[in-house]
């Protein structure tokens, strides 16, 4: 019995010797592989790079018309990046009009303060996003849509509140306006 278990350990140790052999080799082979794929990998990147900067000098050879093409796209992507800054600030305008809307319709004080001071937080994110893309009009239609909405919001009068309520709308559509016809 002892000789068997013996000779069951050895076999399974030569087992594993030789499995983990072949496991080293396998390593080896795929990072080999991987040495020469990195290197051809970089040989292209370098063909690639070549080729642009051939391309590169044909073009600047080119007629002049293409250097006013490239300078046309140009202006396209900078007011395409401007628009989407402004599009932030009109859509927090728009938040604050909704607000300031459901404030000046409603009929209950407690529903009225909380929804101007919802429209006070989207006014304050709309003054962030005209200021982050140089809308000065916007900026100051949002500051006065804030002002009236704090005002709205800290008033203990009905009448005033709604009042306020009203002012604040009308503002958010200024700034949504602005914000709107923005080319800085």
């Given at each position: ?56 000098d044909q073009n600047n050879s080119s007629e002049n018309s293409d250097y ?65 893309c140089g809308c000065q009009n916007a900026y100051s239609s949002a500051d ?41």
């Amino acid at each position: 019995m002892k000789t068997k278990s013996q000779l069951f350990i050895l076999i399974s140790l030569i087992a594993f010797y030789s499995l983990s052999i072949s496991c080293s080799q396998r390593n080896k082979e795929q990072k080999d592989s991987k040495s020469t794929n990195s290197q051809s990998l970089n040989n292209d990147l370098q063909n690639n790079y070549q080729e642009s900067e051939t391309s590169k000098d044909q073009n600047n050879s080119s007629e002049n018309s293409d250097y006013q093409r490239n300078a046309e796209t140009q202006d396209i992507k900078i007011e395409y990046q401007d628009q989407v800054d402004c599009s932030a600030a009109y859509s927090s305008a728009d938040d604050a009009y909704s607000y300031a809307r459901r404030a000046y319709n409603s009929d209950d004080f407690d529903e009225i303060k909380s929804y101007l001071h919802k429209a006070m937080s989207s006014f304050d994110d709309a003054m962030n996003y005209s200021n982050q893309c140089g809308c000065q009009n916007a900026y100051s239609s949002a500051d006065e849509g804030y002002t009236y909405a704090k005002r709205g919001y800290n008033s203990d009068d009905f009448d005033e509140m709604k009042d306020y309520a009203r002012k604040a709308k009308n503002a958010a559509d200024d700034c949504m306006n602005y914000a709107n016809g923005c080319s800085n």
